[in-house]
């Protein structure tokens, strides 16, 4: 079941996204978050823009939401994407769920084009963005560095009608 975040979840998307700052280059951040940071993320981002939660089995395998791509005001038609899973949700179609369900809303909230940025490799998530309908607008080389490493980043692009 896809519904909006409450904050009863901010516990379960804490643990599923401190999975991925310790064990992946797919976020920039290096320490690990407590649920009140994340509730307070929460609330940040459902002020203005749409977070969604899969539930399943009474456990959350996933979550989606976008915000502000940037902050002056002619960008207000325009945010940026994020999707997270529990490590054992992959390629099983909650990803692809959450989008299809997000994108709508995001529409409803008279979104235009939506950005997400990928840190690379990542062909899971470009695979993902691809078949929800997103391309590939631009590369940036060596923009991060995490795990002792350089890492490029790159964003796709979804513009909807």
């Known amino acids: 079941m896809i519904r909006p975040i409450e904050a009863k979840d901010a516990a379960a998307c804490c643990d599923i ?72 949700r992959h390629r099983r179609g909650t990803g692809t769920a959450l989008y299809k369900a997000l994108l709508p809303a995001l529409r409803d909230i008279s979104v235009r084009a939506v950005m997400a940025g990928i840190a690379l490799p990542n062909d899971a998530s470009i695979a993902l963005h691809e078949k929800v309908g997103f391309e590939k607008v631009a590369h940036f080389r060596e923009v991060g560095w995490k795990f002792e490493r350089w890492i490029d980043v790159a964003y796709w692009e979804c513009v909807m009608s």
Request: hydrophobic share 40%; aromatic share 16%.
């Open 17 to 88: 996204y401190n999975h991925y700052i310790e064990h992946t280059i797919v976020t920039f951040e290096e320490v690990p978050i407590d649920a009140g940071e994340m509730r307070h993320r929460i609330d940040t981002i459902t002020a203005s823009h749409p977070w969604l939660v899969f539930e399943d089995s009474g456990g959350i395998a996933g979550y989606a939401y976008a915000g502000p791509w940037k902050m002056r005001h002619a960008y207000r038609f325009s945010a940026e994407s994020t999707v997270y899973l529990a490590p054992d």
